[in-house]
Antibody
Framework: ELQLVESGGVVVQPGGSLRLSCAASGFTFDDYAMHWVRQAPGKGLEWVALISWDGAYVHYADSVKGRFTISRDNSKRSLYMQMSSLRAEDAALYYC??????????????WGQGTLVTVSS | QTVVTQEPSFSVSPGGTVTLTCGLSSGSVSTSYYPTWYQQTPGQAPRTLIYSTKTRSSGVPDRFSGSILGNKAALTITGAQAEDESDYYCVLYMGSGIWVFGGGTKLTVL
């Protein structure tokens, strides 16, 4: 069974840093692009970042570019998001999501359950 | 910055048909945008319904269908059921590795 399990969500102060992790199982992790998608409380989905199957290509939403870094370790079947200079508007449930294929044009086909990031002083 | 547009809310009667749309603030949606549709109920992670315009995801009932209607992507529910009351989101591929979600449509079945 395919599983994506996020962790690392905590309460962090504005301007702080945080690293999210996602452990993948049930599929050949290094065959697929991976995404992070977030959802602020009571709001809609927002695409955040994508990484290609091999980590060679990364892409970000303008709202996080320069502050967030997506990465992956295929040997550990894990996806990461390093978040810095956090703002109140970054508070959200962060979903790890699997791409349909290996390239950037790979829509999300499976979702984790999310990890909650709260930004508050 | 291109905005992906969706109806904020829609209502359908049980057994009825409803079409939700996904458009662009500028331009037309085509299959090249790989329009994909998700369903989300409160407290749950999204579920993939339709991908790449019209392909149903595994296990999705055939009352859900996707298409391009005019200059928008469309999700049609034929024979709506009470359990279809959910939020529906579309996402479009803008190229250069960038995806953008619509604001979502809250569907009420009553």
């Amino acid at each position: 069974e395919l599983q994506l399990v996020e962790s690392g969500g905590v309460v962090v102060q504005p301007g702080g840093s945080l690293r999210l992790s996602c452990a993948a199982s049930g599929f050949t992790f290094d065959d697929y692009a991976m995404h992070w998608v977030r959802q602020a409380p009571g709001k809609g989905l927002e695409w955040v970042a994508l990484i290609s199957w091999d980590g060679a290509y990364v892409h970000y939403a303008d709202s996080v570019k320069g502050r967030f870094t997506i990465s992956r370790d295929n040997s550990k079947r894990s996806l990461y998001m390093q978040m810095s200079s956090l703002r109140a508007e970054d508070a959200a449930l962060y979903y790890c999501a699997k791409g349909f294929g290996s390239s950037a044009a790979s829509w999300v086909d499976y979702w984790g359950q999310g990890t909650l990031v709260t930004v508050s002083s | 910055q291109t905005v992906v547009t969706q109806e904020p809310s829609f209502s359908v009667s049980p057994g009825g048909t409803v079409t939700l749309t996904c458009g662009l603030s500028s331009g037309s949606v085509s299959t090249s945008y790989y329009p994909t549709w998700y369903q989300q109920t409160p407290g749950q992670a999204p579920r993939t319904l339709i991908y790449s315009t019209k392909t149903r995801s595994s296990g999705v009932p055939d009352r859900f269908s996707g298409s391009i209607l005019g200059n928008k992507a469309a999700l049609t529910i034929t024979g709506a059921q009470a359990e279809d009351e959910s939020d529906y989101y579309c996402v479009l591929y803008m190229g250069s590795g960038i995806w953008v979600f619509g604001g979502g449509t809250k569907l009420t079945v009553l």
